[in-house]
């Protein structure tokens, strides 16, 4: 779950403050705190030499703690193996600064080897192994790390040399106090802007398309036509960056992608070297006071550059090496890149409701990845994903499964990413739900839980808590837990921001909120829910290049809604949904939610609204065939136009069983309904046959299906042996209401169905016994 209850996120935070306070505050701590001086001289006397020493001392151990509780609260946050034993050790460390600090220490060890922290440091539902991934592999260099550690040591002697000379060359001595440890974040702020904006402006220049960058707590994003920014109070203190940016063609953009690299590091060195000369034309300037200014840009700069320069790990240094050199993993990089223009291309179609052009690009997508083998295992994985997702909204669940499926064989990147791994697991929650495969779906279910139980500690705030909501929230809804998605609607709700970006997740939280009040027989406030989550759809404020989207949104709200019980609002939102989509051009996904409202006014027995709803046979893509020739199989039957039903049913039949994904349930499904036709034209042999078959596989996996299945064996039987088969009918009736991935509403309409085919056989054996 999202809900961040757990101590040791509130240790987290409780370490990261001390730890800036006893690196910004050490003179403080040290005297108020700790009471250093007032022991120095207790113990010590009058002997300089030895309070110096003391002293010196005691502030490098306060400046070591304070970095020990940082790291130990990035690590607790992160829910690390390695950050609940540095815990310990720092809120050991902690014991001695007596009386304060002991108690911070004292209630870290309580927390950390209390009660819980056996289930805190319980091995994750995904353990975290290495991955084939190239570049991903490179964000974990211990040399890199190593040599960082070693220019961040490195920093403190060369300030400190700078500081010596302009004391030797009468510039004045800067007394800064505490203060000092502002000018330092800041500046380390202004040369990671710099930085950045190296990499932003030549890639600007170079004709790409910059998408963000982030600065610290701040970043800088495009909107659409607009540039908005977003804080994170969480990144207040940090200093780190990055700029993100795709090419607008798919020509060979090598020499391009050198330049924007090398843009960052460049622009820290000449930095550096503009701050050395003003520096040192300072002296007996009317500016020399300040010297300090371009004493310290000049040091961070130049750590700056020379650490982005170093080729080891995942660094400007590294990819300018691989670029340079062409090497495959500079390949990896220029394919990325690509990769990022063909996704921008691909969420475009997407934002136009045009899922049948996405998939197109997102296959293209898989192949270029699959070339480049094993070390682009991560890129790989992410086009199994969106392509996955792809197919759902254009509810092709086979094609849709398989790629969620293909996922699953990159264990290592999905344990290393859990967002994806969660995107993957809930995706396939839901085709499993939607192919009624109960015992998939419900190991899914576990899975996608299993996850958020490991990311709810991360630091998360705004957009992607409300995200993290929307799909946990989703996944309860779908598994019948209305009880517990709703607090998580609530949450999600409340973590919304004001931009834009608000209105997709808001109209999805107010639709799963809606879903779980109505089926908790909350009639009104799940219809005021429905209708919020319509509102925001429709909203005004939604970029003109995703209408198409916002009103396929309100065509499945209304879709949902119908797994409710509800009609006349289905009804409502799904014209006036199909009614924009066609306007604005999405005619397949219309043609989808044409049958979708067909299959409503025959369930109603509006037979003639129905037919007047089902989309012209040449309307209809390829991918959406299936859904098409059930419904007006359905339609037929109902009518009584048996042999054409009996017609769509046997090419029904004969596209599941050609493809490859189908499940067995599906082409069982295919051929109850083909069982029904037959015995509606008259043929009872066949439609004994192919109902026994049905049921032979529909029956063991809990199939609603198998009802009909079973109605249908009874009545043919009837009509060849003229024995009555009454028990049966009470069996199909019961595995109705045993069904567990269907609605109560759903279950209804299922038996209504059955007790109609049922009460008929019923009237037909009483007109035999007794004609008129």
Not at 16 to 40: E, N, T
Not at 306 to 316: E, W
Not at 435 to 462: D, H, M
Not at 700 to 711: F, K, M, W
Request: glycine content about 8%; overall charge neutral.
């Amino acid at each position: 779950m999202v809900t961040r209850t757990d101590r040791r996120l509130l240790l987290g935070w409780m370490f990261k403050g001390l730890g800036w306070m006893l690196i910004l505050g050490d003179r403080y701590v040290a005297r108020y705190i700790l009471f250093c001086y007032y022991w120095a001289k207790l113990l010590f006397g009058k002997d300089p030499i030895s309070i110096g020493l003391f002293l010196a001392a005691v502030h490098l151990s306060i400046l070591v703690a304070g970095l020990l509780c940082l790291i130990a609260a990035s690590g607790l946050r992160r829910g690390t193996a390695w950050g609940h034993l540095l815990g310990i050790l720092t809120s050991a460390i902690l014991l001695l600064g007596f009386p304060l600090l002991t108690l911070a220490g004292g209630f870290g060890l309580y927390v950390l080897l209390g009660p819980q922290s056996s289930a805190a440091a319980a091995p994750p539902a995904i353990a975290p192994v290495p991955t084939t991934d190239y570049w991903t592999s490179k964000r974990k260099s211990k040399a890199q790390t190593f040599v960082l550690t070693i220019l961040g040591i490195a920093t403190w002697p060369i300030l400190g040399w700078f500081f010596s000379y302009a004391h030797r060359v009468g510039m004045p001595v800067w007394r800064s106090g505490i203060i000092f440890w502002g000018w330092y974040s800041l500046f380390l702020l202004l040369n990671t802007s710099l930085h950045e904006c190296g990499h932003a402006i030549v890639a600007w220049a170079a004709g790409f398309n910059v998408r963000v960058v982030s600065i610290g707590p701040f970043t800088f994003y495009r909107d659409h036509s607009r540039v908005r920014i977003r804080i994170d109070l969480t990144r207040m203190f940090e200093t780190g960056g990055y700029m993100g940016a795709v090419p607008v063609s798919d020509e060979p953009q090598r020499l391009y992608q050198i330049a924007v690299v090398a843009a960052g590091p460049l622009t820290n060195a000449l930095t550096c070297l503009v701050c050395l000369d003003v520096f040192f034309s300072l002296p007996g300037t009317a500016w020399q006071a300040w010297w300090w200014i371009p004493a310290m840009n000049a040091v961070f700069s130049g750590i700056y550059a020379i650490s982005n320069l170093v080729p080891l790990g995942y660094c400007d240094g590294a990819m300018l090496f691989h670029l340079i050199l062409g090497t495959r993993a500079g390949m990896l990089l220029l394919e990325g890149s690509r990769y990022g223009r063909m996704e921008a291309q691909a969420t475009e179609c997407h934002h136009r409701a045009d899922f049948d052009k996405e998939i197109e690009i997102r296959e293209t997508m898989l192949q270029r990845a699959l070339e480049l083998g094993k070390e682009n295992s991560l890129h790989i994985v992410a086009c199994h994903h969106s392509l996955g997702w792809a197919y759902v909204c254009a509810e092709d669940w086979p094609s849709a499964e398989f790629q969620f499926r293909k996922c699953l064989e990159f264990a290592p990147d999905l344990a290393n990413n859990l967002m994806l791994a969660a995107g993957v697991w809930s995706g396939l929650h839901n085709v499993c739900f939607r192919r009624l495969n109960t015992a998939q779906a419900a190991a899914a279910y576990q899975s996608v839980i299993a996850i958020y139980e490991r990311r709810k500690n991360s630091p998360e705030q705004g957009v992607a808590t409300a995200a993290a909501c929307g799909v946990l929230a989703g996944v309860h809804e779908r598994a019948g837990a209305y009880a517990v998605a709703l607090p998580i609607v609530e949450q999600g709700l409340q973590s919304l921001p004001r931009d834009s970006h608000r209105l997709p997740l808001q109209g999805h939280l107010f639709r799963t909120k809606a879903m779980c009040l109505l089926n908790l027989g909350e009639t009104e406030a799940g219809l005021a829910a429905a209708r919020s989550s319509a509102d925001a759809f429709r909203s005004p404020e939604y970029p003109p290049e995703q209408r198409n989207l916002a009103w396929e949104d309100v065509a499945d709200l209304g879709k949902q809604l119908w797994r409710t019980g509800q009609s006349a609002l289905p009804i409502e939102f799904l014209r006036e949904a199909i009614a924009h989509l066609e306007s604005g051009g999405a005619l397949p996904i219309a043609a989808q939610y044409r049958i979708q409202l067909a299959s409503i006014f025959r369930q109603l027995g509006r037979l003639d609204d129905a037919r007047a709803e089902l989309p012209a046979e040449e309307a209809v893509s390829p991918a959406r065939r299936r859904a098409f020739l059930a419904e007006r199989a359905e339609l037929r039957l109902a009518k009584g136009s048996a042999d054409l039903a009996a017609a769509d049913c046997r090419e029904l039949l004969a596209l599941w069983t050609a493809d490859p994904r189908a499940l067995p349930t599906e082409i069982a499904s295919a051929k109850a309904l083909f069982a029904a036709a037959c015995l509606a034209t008259g043929d009872p042999g066949q439609a004994d046959s192919l109902a026994e078959a049905a049921a032979d596989v529909l029956g063991p996996a809990a199939h609603p299906d198998t009802a009909s299945c079973l109605i249908t064996l009874a009545l043919a039987r009837e009509q060849t042996t003229g024995d009555r088969y009454g028990p049966v009918f009470a069996e199909a009736l019961r595995l109705i209401d045993t069904a567990s991935l269907l609605t109560a509403a759903e279950k209804a309409r299922y038996r209504a169905a059955a007790s109609a085919r049922i009460e008929s056989s019923e009237a037909a054996h009483a007109l035999a016994a007794d004609p008129v």
